[in-house]
């Protein structure tokens, strides 16, 4: 099988995104027109890590975003289920391998969403982006990320969203299912991934409906903030205390 279905079996993604690591960070500053280096940047500043302070960066991939917590002095934990991602990542940076902090000061750990590697109340800041689209249990995987997270802790997540004009979702619906996937066959690696990337976008709640799973999940202080016209929203919230 050459790309995942919606039904998001783990094995079918992580095989999907294991292929697609060689031009993945390329591929992606083409295909959102250089956007995702601003994105990044937004969610560095929404993480707001500090020194001394340990984030997780869940779906890391090959760890591009997790840098930008470690160059504010955090630690930084680059966690995902593509062992090639992982991989392709580390070897970038100078590290022999996963499981061990390179010199860029990131750790790469493989690792489930559903079933994560880390102890309760770890983590002073939580993070995703552009991954927690590509989970089978939305909630589940929210709640893990609320378990290995310390009380009072923050989470950050970065996802595709809805446009906020509608003849702006209407332009940007004709460029996902139309433009995107001929560009990526071109540029990538593994073109059909980026035909599951348009068609998971369009199955994907809105900026309310992630919100409800958050709180759902037990996050609370829930706020968003879009991006680029709300192609991506910033959903921040907080691992209420302990006796709370």
């Given amino acids: 099988m050459t790309r995942a279905s919606l039904d998001k079996q783990p094995h079918e993604v992580a095989a999907m995104f294991d292929r697609t690591a060689r031009r993945y960070d390329l591929v992606n500053d083409v295909l959102s027109l250089g956007q995702d280096r601003l994105w990044r940047k937004a969610t560095a500043a929404a993480v707001d890590a500090g020194p001394g302070e340990l984030v997780l960066d869940l779906a890391a991939g090959t760890g591009t975003s997790s840098e930008t917590f470690t160059a504010l002095g955090a630690r930084a934990i680059a966690c995902d289920f593509s062992l090639g991602m992982l991989r392709t990542g580390a070897s970038r940076r100078g590290g022999s391998g996963l499981d061990g902090a390179g010199p860029s000061g990131v750790t790469f750990i493989g690792g489930d969403a559903l ?130």
């Fill in 115 to 244: 079933r994560l590697p880390f102890a309760d109340d770890t983590f002073d800041v939580t993070t995703i982006s552009f991954g927690l689209r590509n989970v089978n249990d939305t909630v589940k995987a929210l709640r893990e990320m609320l378990r290995v997270t310390r009380p009072g802790g923050r989470l950050v997540v970065c996802e595709f969203s809805r446009p906020t004009l509608k003849s702006f979702d209407l332009v940007y619906t004709q460029y996902l299912m139309r433009l995107l996937p001929p560009v990526a066959r071109v540029v990538s690696s593994n073109p059909e991934s980026y035909e599951y990337l348009a068609e998971s976008i369009r199955a994907w709640p809105d900026q309310a409906g992630l919100s409800r799973l958050l709180r759902e999940a037990g996050w609370e202080g829930i706020a968003w903030r879009n991006l680029s016209l709300g192609i991506v929203a910033l959903h921040r919230a907080v691992k209420p205390t302990v006796g709370h």
